[in-house]
């Protein structure tokens, strides 16, 4: 990848810019937790309780979740407002950065609790102490060696691929490489629900779409003034201040939902069809309109949300206190 300055490609280049892909990947993987994870957790735990003679119709949180989903409503705000800018800023990704750190400390406040281990899990805990942490760094070290070692050739084998077929190369890379990257995280998700462990599977994805929504977003413009040698920001063309706006929409739609600490079937249902509907819209619109496409149904999110919002105004304000200011020890015996 050449970076020039301020730009992604040398002048006069007709190839996708690599800065736009990595935008890409980035919206895909955030609409992917969303739009299929959350949905998902729902789905398979209310076919659960149905097949027990149980049935209910939401997933809730514990109101120790609060911490999650209050960061995640901080990030999302904060997120609306890059799709006005032509750059991600250094500014921005100290902030998101920032908040990625607040959002570690407060975490790391928690009590702890005993775990439920089972699988290569279990076998690790039977370790003593200095031998188990030992495993712990080794598997750390050795995850990081396969993605440093692979990542590359996976994601030029993508573009490859897209060239040869006659696919989008933007295509491929903001769905099928987040879509890769993101199923062991559904699975893990989906085996909590089926197992009737709902609250772990939904803070599990609430949970990592506030390191992405954060950390991943915050680190692109740091990468690039590395990789650049300059500090104008990560270059946002239209197409992708387009694809920002969207993801932050479906983000601050999924936050007005979720700010009960309870998503209902019909809210789940909701969030699914809205990420299918840009893919059915996409389908049929010609690609001239396909910029109007995402901004109408950016605004169908937002206007949801604003709904939501005004439904939830006490539910926010609870939301908020909770999730920033309370002790855990408070939360915790609620």
Known sequence: MQLHGSSCLAPGSTAESPCSLALANMTGANRLLIGLGWSMV????????????????????????SVEVSFLAVASAYCLALPLKRTISLVDAAVLIGLFAAYAVRISRAPGQEPHLVGPASWVATFSVPRRRGMVVGLFVFAALVIVASAEHFAAAL??????????????????????????????AGLYAWRLNSRAG???LVSSKVNQWTLLVGSLPVVFAIASGS??????DARQREELLLTA????????????????VREAWALFSLFWAQFILGAFVPE????????VVSIVYLVLAAVTIV????DIRRLLRDGLRTPYEELAHS
């Open 42 to 65: 729902v789905f398979v735990a209310w076919y659960q309780l149905r097949r027990r003679d149980q049935p209910r119709k939401e997933v809730k949180l514990e109101r120790s979740q």
């Open 202 to 204: 939904l803070g599990t």
């Open 311 to 314: 439904r939830h105004r006490s």
């Open 231 to 236: 500090l104008t920001g990560l270059p946002i």
């Open 249 to 264: 929409a479906q983000s601050v739609f999924a936050v007005a939902v979720v700010s009960s600490l309870s998503i209902t």
């Open 288 to 295: 001239s309109a396909h910029g109007t496409e995402l901004i």
């Open 159 to 188: 573009v490859d691929t897209g060239q040869s077929l006659g696919i989008s190369e933007f295509l491929l890379v903001q769905w099928v490489a987040p879509l890769a990257s993101e199923t062991p995280e559904l699975l893990i």
